[in-house]
Structures are given as C-alpha cells and as structure tokens.
C-alpha cells in the first residue's frame, strides 16, 4: 500500500508538469500573434512575413496545401509572363511601324537614284557626243598640220624653210617644188615628257592637203635618206582630247599588232581594222574590245572597264 501511493504522488507532479508546458506554449503563441499583429498595425500594412510562412503555419504540408501552394505560384508566373508579353508586343509594334516608315523611305530614295542613274548616263552619252564634235572640228582644222621631230637645234629657224623643202623633195621628188608650199612653220615648245636633250618639234602646214596626205604615205616607205636626214620622223598633229581618246584603245591596238591585223585612225577618233577582206570601224574602246571577243582573240593587258551607275533594285519587295 504504501509503495502504490509513492507511486501515485509520483505520476501527478508529472501530468501537472505536462499541462502546464501546454499552458505555456498556448500563452506564448498568443504573445506572438498579438505582437505580430502590433506591429502589423504600428506599420499600417500586412505582416512582413511571406505568403508561404503563412500557409506553412499551423498547417502540416499535405496535398490540399501543396496544391494551394502551387496554384499561388501559377497565378503568379501567368501574371507575370502576360505583362512580359504585352510589353513585347508593344516593342513589336513599334518597331514594326518603323520599319514600314523606313522602308518607305527607302522606296523614295531608290526611285530617285534609278531616276538620276538614267538622266545621269543620258547626260553622259550627250557630252561625249558633244566632245567627240569637238575632237573632230579640231583634228579637221590640224588635218594639214605635220609635225617634224628629229631636226637639230643647230638649223636656224631662217633655214628651216630650205631645209624642209629638201627633205620633202627627197620624199617626193616628182612634185614640183611650187606645190610643196608651206603656210607655216615654226618650232613648238617641249612637252615635259620629252627628254631635254631632245630637240624641238617643227610644226608646219601644208597648203595643199592631198600633199600633205602624200608626204605622210611616203615617210613610212622611203628608207634610203641622206644621213642628216635619218632621225627626221613625221606625225600628225592631232588635239590633245583626241590623242587622250586614242589612249583607251590600247588593248585594242596591242591586241590587233599582236595578230598581225592591219589598222589606221579615222576621223573623229575611229578605229579602222581591216581583216579577211573585211574592214570594221570602232567608235569606242568598248566596242573593240567586244569585236575582238567575237573574232575569239586573247586581249593582252587588263580587260576591267569602269562599270557605269547602275540601278538599284528593291529587294525587300522581292523578299516579300
């Protein structure tokens, strides 16, 4: 009996204990609720823990909560991805727009270049037909002209008439001296190319052109000259546009001397090329360059011409 009741006045300070810690942890979840709730209305809003801490309080994570927890969670991320995504049309939307007023932009400007292209290359093909009436009315006005090089300075300019008439009457002896007349002649000034030590050219006019014409032919054939007449060579004197314009036909030339192809210059500056019994006439370089492909000929020197303006074409329309 007395061992039962130790036993009994033993068990009941243990369950006073126990009920007592629940009274304790129940007064100080209240404490911590209403300090929360002070401080909640102190700040004049919410409380500053999260929603989660929230849900997670006083409730065991079970599925219901977990559901709850990510519906939260999507409706977040839902509202979120649709304010991304308005704002991206938005940006889509503008520069959509900027685009159009770009290319419209753009469309004006190609018209007016492709519009400048042709007036400028109609423009173009006037002034070469202008300048090429130019070259011709010059070089038609010099067709008399011969050019001398090669006479000593030592020949006083009193004696180059005497000494000229005896260099053309060696050339052609069966004109008589009375038709070897002269309208001019007198020394030119020096080219800055043509080496010092060089002598001047003699520039002189022949009045009677078929002489003139004749005299040229015979300087190319007659080879047995005095020896102080030797270095003597004759050329025609032609306008510094129209040996500029000759200038382009180089490959041409080249090209033709390379086959053996005969040629000679017209008026204005004009290729002749006699081939097979055939004779062409080249306006351009442009054009003999295109005769010689079709004659199968390899052109010595580079072939790569300027290549004109061209128009511009509106390939985003294409793209479309």
Same mark, same amino acid.
């Given at each position: 009996?007395?061992?039962?009741?130790?036993?009994?006045?033993?068990?009941?300070?243990?369950?006073?204990?126990?009920?007592?810690?629940?009274? &304790?942890?129940?007064?100080?979840?209240?404490?911590?609720?209403?300090?929360?709730?002070?401080?909640?209305? +102190?700040?004049?809003?919410?409380?500053?823990?999260?929603?989660?801490?929230?849900?997670?309080? &006083?409730? @065991?994570?079970?599925?219901?909560?977990?559901?709850?927890?990510?519906?939260?969670?999507?409706?977040?991320?839902?509202?979120?991805?649709?304010?991304?995504?308005?704002?991206?049309?938005?940006?889509?939307?503008?520069?959509?727009?900027?685009?159009?007023?770009?290319?419209?932009?753009?469309?004006?400007?190609?018209?007016?270049?492709?519009?400048?292209?042709? %007036?400028?290359?109609?423009?173009?093909?006037?002034?070469?037909?202008?300048?090429?009436?130019?070259?011709?009315?010059?070089?038609?006005?010099?067709?008399?002209?011969?050019?001398?090089?090669? *006479? #000593?300075?030592?020949?006083? #300019?009193?004696?180059?008439?005497?000494? $000229?008439?005896? =260099?053309?009457?060696?050339?052609?002896?069966?004109?008589?001296?009375?038709?070897?007349?002269?309208?001019?002649? %007198?020394?030119?000034?020096?080219?800055? +190319?043509?080496?010092?030590?060089?002598?001047?050219?003699?520039?002189?006019?022949?009045?009677? =052109?078929? $002489?003139?014409?004749?005299?040229?032919?015979?300087?190319?054939?007659?080879?047995?000259? #005095?020896?102080?007449?030797?270095?003597?060579?004759? =050329?025609?004197?032609?306008?510094?546009?129209?040996?500029?314009?000759?200038?382009?036909?180089?490959? $041409?030339?080249?090209?033709?001397?390379?086959?053996?192809?005969?040629?000679?210059? &017209? =008026?204005?500056?004009?290729? *002749?090329?006699?081939?097979?019994?055939?004779?062409?006439?080249?306006?351009?370089?442009?054009?003999?360059?295109?005769?010689?492909?079709?004659?199968?000929?390899?052109?010595?020197?580079?072939?790569?011409? @300027?290549?004109?303006?061209?128009? $511009?074409?509106?390939?985003?329309?294409?793209?479309?």
């Amino acid at each position: 009996m007395s061992q039962t009741k130790t036993r009994r006045h033993q068990d009941k300070p243990d369950k006073m204990s126990f009920f007592a810690q629940k009274k &304790g942890a129940a007064l100080a979840k209240q404490a911590d609720t209403a300090g929360h709730q002070d401080g909640a209305d +102190h700040s004049g809003g919410s409380s500053p823990r999260s929603e989660a801490d929230s849900l997670h309080d &006083g409730e @065991p994570l079970t599925a219901a909560f977990l559901k709850r927890a990510l519906d939260e969670q999507s409706r977040r991320l839902v509202a979120t991805w649709q304010s991304s995504v308005a704002e991206l049309k938005r940006d889509l939307q503008d520069i959509g727009s900027r685009t159009t007023h770009v290319e419209a932009k753009m469309e004006d400007l190609v018209d007016a270049h492709n519009a400048s292209t042709e %007036h400028l290359k109609s423009l173009t093909d006037q002034i070469q037909k202008c300048e090429a009436k130019l070259m011709d009315l010059e070089d038609r006005s010099r067709r008399s002209n011969i050019r001398l090089r090669g *006479i #000593p300075e030592t020949v006083l #300019p009193a004696d180059l008439p005497s000494y $000229v008439h005896s =260099f053309f009457k060696l050339l052609t002896p069966e004109i008589p001296t009375d038709m070897l007349l002269l309208d001019r002649l %007198h020394r030119v000034p020096k080219p800055q +190319h043509i080496a010092t030590s060089l002598p001047r050219d003699v520039l002189l006019k022949a009045h009677y =052109f078929h $002489v003139k014409d004749l005299l040229m032919r015979r300087s190319r054939t007659v080879k047995d000259l #005095p020896a102080e007449y030797t270095s003597i060579k004759m =050329f025609s004197d032609l306008s510094a546009a129209t040996l500029k314009q000759r200038k382009t036909f180089q490959q $041409v030339t080249e090209t033709l001397r390379a086959n053996r192809i005969l040629y000679r210059w &017209g =008026f204005p500056v004009r290729l *002749i090329v006699s081939r097979n019994g055939t004779t062409t006439a080249v306006q351009t370089a442009e054009e003999g360059i295109h005769l010689l492909h079709q004659w199968n000929l390899t052109i010595i020197g580079d072939t790569q011409a @300027p290549k004109p303006p061209r128009q $511009v074409v509106k390939d985003w329309h294409i793209a479309d």
